[in-house]
Nanobody, 115 residues
Framework: QVQLVESGGGLVQPGGSLRLSCAAS????????MGWYRQAPGKRRELVAT???????NYADAVKGRFTISRDNAKNLVYLQMNSLKFEDTAVYYC?????????WGQGTQVTVSS
């Protein structure tokens, strides 16, 4: 059974940094496109960043220059380094993975930016 498990969320002050991790597990899995999405209260889930297996990246305009997505294919891990965090980055962050041709979501991790 394929699972995605996020970690690394928490409370941070504006201007601070957090690093999210997502671990994909399951027998014989091969992770293809991986990504991070977020959903703030009362809003739709939105793309934050994606990364291909070859490490090609794509970012939402709102996070360009502040967030960096990366991955470790051997360990089936994907990371999101978030710097210069703003109040509007507050949301539940979800890991997404295209694994063996099927999409999977993690359970989400809360990121709160507050002074």
């Amino acid at each position: 059974q394929v699972q995605l498990v996020e970690s690394g969320g928490g409370l941070v002050q504006p201007g601070g940094s957090l690093r999210l991790s997502c671990a994909a597990s399951g027998s014989g899995i091969r992770t293809n496109l991986m990504g991070w999405y977020r959903q703030a209260p009362g809003k739709r889930r939105e793309l934050v960043a994606t990364i291909t297996r070859g490490s090609g990246t794509n970012y939402a305009d709102a996070v360009k220059g502040r967030f960096t997505i990366s991955r470790d294919n051997a360990k089936n891990l994907v990371y999101l380094q978030m710097n210069s965090l703003k109040f509007e980055d507050t949301a539940v962050y979800y890991c997404y993975g295209d694994i063996l041709g099927q999409g999977y979501w993690g359970q989400g991790t809360q990121v709160t930016v507050s002074s």
